[in-house]
């Protein structure tokens, strides 16, 4: 899946590109940027992962980099 539809939800949650954008330190255009793109950074991941309180998570984001987490993991 591409992170497109991810990023789309991270800015449906938070309300609009603009407000996804200051949650995470970039601008609306970088947001913009990424969606257009369906690709987000390393770092831009963690950073919706916060903002979104991982309902959106880096790992669904940019699983080239990191895998899901265990079980035990995601129920702590």
Do not use: F, N, Y
């Amino acid at each position: 899946m591409s992170a497109g539809p991810l990023i789309q939800a991270a800015i449906t949650l938070l309300g609009s590109e603009a407000k996804l954008g200051a949650a995470c330190g970039v601008s609306q255009a970088a947001i913009w940027k990424a969606k257009r793109a369906k690709r987000v950074s390393a770092e831009l991941a963690v950073q919706i992962e916060r903002a979104t309180k991982g309902a959106i998570s880096r790992h669904r984001l940019r699983p080239d980099l990191w895998s899901a987490p265990l079980p035990e993991e995601s129920a702590a």
